[in-house]
């Protein structure tokens, strides 16, 4: 038996979903497109106060939520240095640049006490990501962010589901933005959201989304076409397709079951490497969690010879991630003191982690961990 490191959770549903947005014979953004931003907003508890708008990937979600903020040429983007290459790649089409900023010890989320250090007269925006089990310590980031007054942007790709201090996430920046690639809490097998606290930021996003297109959803989210169309700005194809919102929405279904399989999950884990010399996880979880990532820290001398450990006995392990200072495209990029960054760098590793997975195999996993730290 082998273990990846992730797996989608997809049944019948999923197909039962795709058959009908088949069966629609509208493949491209319509009627399905329209239920799943519904949903999500129902969901995410979001009021009149927040829009949901859906892209293609959060790639596309994060580099569109930049763009409508004014994020363009010459200006500046705080980001830690440990977040997916898509953060980068999106700021830097805007024509901005990334500044790289350190991350925290146990949250492995950014540092607000650097963030001030970094804001110069360029920045326009802050990206505060989650990571894995944990959020950033979105409150401190709020207040550096209201004392310079630059917009926050919450890369939630890894916390979909979870909440904040009482309030799901959604609610705590500017902007918020998710991801639903294959692996994520949720799948569309590829897609992707914005939340916006401004109604004025929606039709901007919409049209963005549709190469320019006005096209109104009122038309297409009934699976018509709308041929009155003008073009005011600049737009790209990111709009997500009905029969991947199909599977979004069969997977907001089922997130009860989602959420409950990934705590349990996550509980064993703790509750067999915690204390375990020479392993570090993100420690306890907080009832507010819906973990996506179960990541270790282990000594960077023996990560390579860890990892082949797990692989012989079948367990793949993933590492999440390559910091953005360590790529040849960014590693000249304005950053901060990354002294935390650069030491978790080569001691992570990511453990099988979906709701499939059963606790005999995390059995299995946890003794192969052990057997490996019994021989040092
Ligand atoms: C933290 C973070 N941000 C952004 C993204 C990009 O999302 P997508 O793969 O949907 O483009 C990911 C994807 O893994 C991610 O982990």
Request: aromatic fraction near 8%; glycine fraction near 8%; charge should be negative.
């Amino acid at each position: 038996m082998t273990f990846p490191v992730f797996q989608p959770f997809l049944g019948p549903e999923e197909l039962a979903a795709c058959g009908a947005a088949l069966d629609s014979k509208y493949l491209g953004m319509g009627s399905f497109v329209g239920e799943f931003e519904q949903s999500l907003k129902e969901m995410l508890d979001l009021g009149e106060g927040r829009h949901v708008v859906t892209f293609s990937t959060g790639h596309a979600a994060m580099h569109l939520g930049l763009l409508a903020i004014g994020v363009g040429p010459g200006d500046e983007v705080i980001t830690p240095s440990f977040n997916n290459i898509a953060d980068f790649q999106a700021i830097d089409a805007t024509g901005a640049k990334p500044v790289l900023c350190d991350v925290e010890e146990i949250s492995l989320c950014i540092d607000p006490a650097q963030i001030g250090e970094l804001i110069t007269e360029k920045t326009k925006a802050i990206v505060a990501m989650d990571y894995g089990a944990t959020l950033a310590d979105h409150e401190g980031v709020a207040k550096v962010a209201a004392e310079a007054n630059i917009p926050v942007i919450h890369d939630a790709a890894h916390s979909f589901g979870s909440s904040y201090k009482g309030a799901p996430v959604g609610h705590q920046g500017k902007l918020t933005m998710f991801s639903f690639d294959p692996i994520k809490n949720i799948t569309c097998i590829d897609g992707g959201a914005l939340v916006v606290d401004e109604e004025e930021l929606v039709v901007p996003l919409r049209e963005m989304r549709m190469i320019g297109m006005s096209q109104r959803i009122e038309t297409s989210y009934k699976n018509k076409r709308d041929w009155g169309y003008d073009v005011h700005r600049l737009g790209f194809r990111y709009h997500l397709a009905n029969l991947h919102a199909s599977i979004g929405l069969s997977q907001l279904e089922k997130f009860g079951e989602i959420r409950q399989r990934r705590r349990t999950l996550y509980q064993a884990y703790f509750d067999r490497l915690d204390g375990l010399e020479d392993c570090i996880t993100q420690g306890p979880l907080d009832d507010e969690i819906v973990p996506f990532i179960m990541c270790l820290r282990v000594p960077s001398a023996r990560r390579e010879s860890f990892k082949a450990h797990l692989l012989a006995a079948g367990i793949e392990t993933g590492i999440h991630w390559r910091p953005g200072h360590m790529f040849t495209r960014y590693k000249n990029h304005r950053c901060g003191q990354l002294a935390v960054t650069n030491r978790i760098a080569n001691e992570i590793v990511s453990l099988p982690f979906y709701p499939d997975l059963t606790i005999q195999n995390v059995d299995f996993i946890c003794d192969e961990i052990r057997s490996f730290f019994k021989n040092p």
